[in-house]
């Protein structure tokens, strides 16, 4: 499967940025997952967990968000959230 860009960013920094194979945000009406080739969204975040999946079937690195905007792309996803933390 294809893999696209991911990246997390605060007001202060980029706080993550890989290539990954699948993404899993809380969205303000429910959690999201995207795939490569995913249609054009975006989308306000709720507090919660975004969930990165870097190779398919493997296991998933966990970030804790508070609020923010979700953008997708076929090729790219990009987090803009107000706080982000590895959990």
Known sequence: MTKFACDI???EAKFYSDEV???VVPGSEGEMGFLYDHVPLV???ADGVVRVQ???GGPFKEFAVE???VQV???????LADKAEEK
């Open 9 to 11: 960013v605060t007001p």
């Open 21 to 23: 194979h699948f993404v």
């Open 43 to 45: 989308s306000t975040l």
């Open 54 to 56: 870097k190779d398919e």
């Open 67 to 69: 609020g923010g905007y």
């Open 73 to 79: 792309s076929g090729d790219k996803v990009i987090i």
